[in-house]
């Protein structure tokens, strides 16, 4: 029997790294994460996955680490001996990068260049994907594409720049099989509640509820081209299958604002977020990004790559996961008939 292939993924625990880790393990991969040591339980995105490390026929492996720590992911790579290394561990909330621009850069920017170097110095046959962002756009004028200069707006954006071209560099330099994905936004009913949209559709699921009373939010004007994420994580494992490197944008290529995105939610409800939604200057950020539009056509033409949920179904399926969190029935709270979803 061939040996199972074997995959390492920095931030298994996040929304993009629990997708992922299920895709994986459902072609038949070996999964190792890697999990910083917290004194809290942070697995619940992959405690469904979770196995008794006793058993023999182990599909998913935690590791402890950190991408600070150069010598323990040396040792991981050396230990785990992965065919594909896929890097989504990252400070990754723009916001809070502006506060904490040494530890987002230290992370995201000097980190890759760490797993980078492990890997060209243990095995550099390891085909890595890089978790890129289209933050990197920043204030470029739409639609981006990857023929679009970078101008990012923010130290998570800057930091991302860093580990884009840094995987380029190993690529040229030392014949790395790395991949950057540049991925426009993607959200999910495992979205971190302090990202905007999350923060919208649990907000929605509460004031239903009767638990809350207002949304304080930003910048409301701020338009995204927002997509499924398990869309983006099957993108993640394409680019890893192509023959050749590459640096490739996803979209949908579609765009909505901030505000178009609370509207649709609160009146899944039958809500006006008119009356529910409030502007605190404290959400805005120093450097805004005002518009986000992808051009993924290089992307569908290669790959093959196409989204499977639209606008309208990514709000609805959202809102039904937090009103069945806050133990309400979609069915008879929702405005319609509820999408049922297993993302």
């Given at each position: 029997?061939?040996?199972?292939?074997?995959?390492?993924?920095?931030?298994?625990?996040?929304?993009?790294?629990?997708?992922?880790?299920?895709?994986?393990?459902?072609?038949?991969?070996?999964?190792?994460?890697?999990?910083?040591?917290?004194?809290?339980?942070?697995?619940?995105?992959?405690?469904?996955?979770?196995?008794?490390?006793?058993?023999?026929?182990?599909?998913?492996?935690?590791?402890?680490?950190?991408?600070?720590?150069?010598?323990?992911?040396?040792?991981?790579?050396?230990?785990?001996?992965?065919?594909?290394?896929?890097?989504?561990g990252a400070q990754s909330h723009v916001k809070v990068s502006f506060e904490a621009p040494e530890y987002t850069s230290d992370v995201d920017a000097l980190g890759t260049l760490r797993l980078l170097d492990a890997i060209h110095h243990n095995d550099p046959k390891i085909r890595l994907y890089q978790a890129s962002t289209s933050e990197l756009f920043g204030s470029a004028p739409p639609p981006q594409s990857e023929t679009t200069p970078f101008h990012p707006r923010s130290p998570y954006g800057v930091s991302k720049l860093f580990a884009y071209w840094i995987a380029v560099n190993y690529r040229e330099a030392y014949g790395l099989f790395a991949s950057n994905g540049i991925l426009f936004n993607h959200e999910s009913p495992r979205r971190g509640e302090t990202f905007v949209t999350r923060k919208i559709t649990q907000a929605v699921a509460r004031i239903r509820a009767g638990k809350q009373k207002f949304l304080y939010l930003g910048n409301l004007d701020a338009r995204r081209d927002w997509g499924c994420a398990p869309d983006y994580v099957s993108a993640m494992w394409m680019m890893l299958q192509h023959p050749e490197p590459l640096d490739l944008v996803f979209a949908t290529g579609e765009q909505h604002s901030v505000r178009e995105f609370a509207e649709m939610a609160f009146s899944l409800v039958g809500l006006d977020y008119q009356k529910y939604v409030k502007v605190d200057k404290a959400?805005?950020?120093?450097?805004?990004?005002?518009?986000?539009?992808?051009?993924?056509?290089?992307?569908?033409?290669?790959?093959?790559?196409?989204?499977?949920?639209?606008?309208?179904?990514?709000?609805?399926?959202?809102?039904?996961?937090?009103?069945?969190?806050?133990?309400?029935?979609?069915?008879?709270?929702?405005?319609?008939?509820?999408?049922?979803?297993?993302?």
């Open positions: 029997m061939p040996e199972r292939p074997r995959a390492l993924v920095t931030g298994i625990t996040g929304q993009d790294g629990s997708y992922l880790a299920e895709l994986l393990i459902e072609k038949g991969y070996e999964v190792h994460g890697l999990i910083r040591r917290s004194s809290s339980i942070n697995t619940r995105r992959i405690d469904h996955l979770y196995q008794d490390p006793h058993e023999s026929d182990l599909r998913l492996i935690l590791h402890y680490g950190d991408m600070s720590d150069a010598t323990r992911l040396s040792r991981l790579i050396n230990e785990v001996r992965p065919q594909e290394v896929y890097n989504l959400y805005l950020r120093p450097a805004e990004v005002d518009t986000l539009l992808g051009d993924s056509s290089k992307a569908r033409e290669l790959l093959g790559w196409k989204t499977t949920v639209d606008f309208p179904g990514l709000v609805r399926m959202m809102v039904e996961a937090d009103l069945e969190a806050e133990g309400l029935d979609p069915a008879q709270v929702m405005v319609g008939t509820p999408a049922r979803s297993s993302v």
